[in-house]
C-alpha cells in the first residue's frame, strides 16, 4: 500500500527535532567522482557551476554578498540544484527559475533575523506575514537591482519579484 503525501509528512514530522536541529555547511562541498562531498570552494558555487549558463554564474556572483545570512549557510547551491532538476518535471522557464532560487533568501542580508530564524523556528513563529515579509520585500530589491544589470525586463523582474 502506498503513503500519501500527508503520511509521509507526518513521518518526517515524527523525525524532526528542532532541539537538535544544527544547519548543514554547505561551503565545504565539492563534486568528487560525481558525488558531492566536503571540500573547500562550494561557498563560490564549484558543484553547480557546471549546471549554471554564463548568464547564471554572472547573477551568482552578484548574489554572494548576499548569501549565507540566515544561519543556513549557502544553502542557494542546494536550493539552486533541484530548481535545476525540477525544470525536467515542470513546464516553467528557467530564465524565472534560476534567478528566483539564486535570490530567494538573499534579503536576510541587512535584518537581524539570520541568526534568530532557529530560535522563531523553536517558538513556532517563523512563518508569520511579519516574519517573512522583511525578507522577502528585500529579496524583491536585491533580485531587482542585480538582475536588471544583467538585462532582465521588466515583466520578468515582476515575475521573479511575485515568486520570491
Known amino acids: ?15 524532526f527535532d528542532i532541539e537538535s536541529y544544527k544547519p548543514i555547511d554547505y561551503r565545504n562541498w565539492e563534486v568528487y567522482d560525481g558525488k558531492w562531498k566536503p571540500g573547500e570552494n562550494s561557498m563560490l558555487g564549484k558543484n553547480i557551476a557546471p549546471l549554471l549558463q554564463e548568464r547564471e554564474k554572472e547573477m551568482w556572483r552578484l548574489s554572494l554578498p548576499y548569501q549565507g545570512n540566515r544561519d543556513d549557510p549557502d544553502q542557494i547551491e542546494i536550493v539552486t540544484y533541484f530548481a535545476i532538476k525540477l525544470l525536467d518535471y515542470v513546464d516553467a522557464r528557467r530564465e524565472i527559475v534560476v534567478p528566483t532560487a539564486i535570490f530567494h533568501d538573499s534579503g536576510f542580508t541587512g ?10 523556528a523553536k517558538k513556532g513563529d517563523k512563518e508569520g506575514e511579519t516574519r517573512r515579509r522583511p525578507h522577502q520585500n528585500r529579496g524583491i530589491v536585491y533580485a531587482s537591482l542585480n538582475l536588471s544589470k544583467l538585462g532582465y525586463s521588466e515583466k520578468d523582474l515582476l515575475e521573479i519579484a511575485d515568486i520570491i
Do not use: C, Y
Open 111 to 120: 535584518l537581524d533575523m539570520g541568526t534568530k530564524w532557529k530560535e522563531l
Open 1 to 15: 500500500m502506498e503513503s500519501s503525501i500527508d503520511d509521509i509528512v507526518l513521518d518526517i514530522k515524527k523525525e
